[in-house]
């Protein structure tokens, strides 16, 4: 309803999800009453946004693991690790901020666009350990306290770990 009136389109809830990506709503939205809106480039727009700012200074303040967001998922099945790193690229591909890291300039923090070739996932298998599953977790719970470099892209770290030929993590 706010798109709506922000923009006198007339979109359903339809139209939201028949688009897959939101460059394709964008467009879909501003065909609808022709409005003109141009975007600027990700490599030109240097300043940070008002979280990565914030993220920013505290990291200056207390260097560590006060940013990392760690999660898991258990998956059940066969896993196809190179349709996973596939899938990863295609992440990268369509999200820059994938390739984004923080740097400084003048003495003031911007974004920089890093050319990320590939997303690091690898597969540690642990299908000879006795305790992989604890061991798995243990090995996540020390990766989160490892301090993140924010200079560097990408802001994220990916891991399978392989239980049991059908079971991972």
Same mark, same amino acid.
């Given at each position: ?11 359903? $809830?339809?139209?939201? &999800?028949?688009? !897959? ?5 964008? *467009?879909?939205?501003?065909? #609808?009453? =022709? ?39 258990? $998956?059940?099945?066969? &896993?196809?690790? !190179? ?5 990863? *690229?295609?992440?990268?591909? #369509?999200? =820059? ?46 990766? !989160? ?25």
């Amino acid at each position: 309803a706010q798109i709506n009136k922000k923009f006198g389109s007339s979109l359903t $809830l339809k139209d939201i &999800f028949q688009q !897959a990506r939101f460059q394709s709503f964008a *467009k879909h939205v501003l065909n #609808q009453n =022709q409005t003109s809106v141009e975007a600027i480039p990700l490599s030109q727009d240097q300043r940070l946004s008002m979280a990565q700012e914030r993220m920013w200074y505290v990291e200056q303040l207390s260097p560590g693991p006060v940013h990392n967001l760690p999660g898991a998922w258990i $998956l059940h099945g066969a &896993f196809d690790h !190179a349709a996973w790193n596939r899938a990863l *690229k295609a992440l990268k591909e #369509q999200h =820059q901020v994938l390739s984004l890291a923080l740097g400084l300039a003048a003495g003031a923090p911007i974004r920089v666009l890093q050319n990320v070739t590939a997303i690091d996932c690898p597969l540690i298998d642990l299908t000879q350990e006795e305790q992989a599953q604890s061991y798995a977790v243990r090995h996540m719970e020390e990766i !989160a306290m490892q301090a993140f470099s924010l200079d560097q892209a990408p802001l994220a770290h990916f891991a399978v770990y392989r239980l049991t030929d059908a079971k991972h993590i």
